[in-house]
């Protein structure tokens, strides 16, 4: 299994901006996909947005013009920009990536909380 640990979660005013972050450990070869799902309580799990090798993205609706995501292929890690936070954007973050060694990995999740 791969091992994801993500941070840079917390509790940001409505408007504010977080950045997330994420890594995997260990000689990993052919992560073609990484990317950020998030679970509000009493919802399902829902992708956020996602990145390949080659920096193709998609974003769901609800966060295009305002999440950024971006990777760094040597070091394994992918990162989540995200701006003008809302309520609604409230929710764990869980860290994914596929690849062809491991197949499919979770990180353990970090709290977003946005509030006044």
């Known amino acids: 299994q791969v091992q994801l640990v993500e941070s840079g979660g917390g509790l940001v005013q409505p408007g504010g901006s977080l950045r997330l972050s994420c890594a995997a450990s260990?000689?990993?070869?052919?992560?073609?996909?990484m990317g950020w799902y998030r679970q509000a309580p009493g919802k399902q799990r829902e992708l956020v947005a996602s990145i390949t090798s080659g920096d193709n993205t998609n974003y769901a609706d609800f966060v295009k013009g305002r999440f950024t995501i971006s990777r760094d292929n040597g070091k394994n890690t992918v990162d989540l920009q995200m701006n003008n936070l809302k309520p609604e954007d409230t929710a764990v973050y869980y860290c994914?990536?596929?690849?062809?060694?491991?197949?499919?990995?979770w990180g353990q999740g970090t709290q977003v909380t946005v509030s006044s």
């Open positions: 260990g000689s990993i070869f052919n992560i073609y996909v």
């Open positions: 994914h990536c596929r690849s062809t060694q491991f197949g499919v990995s």
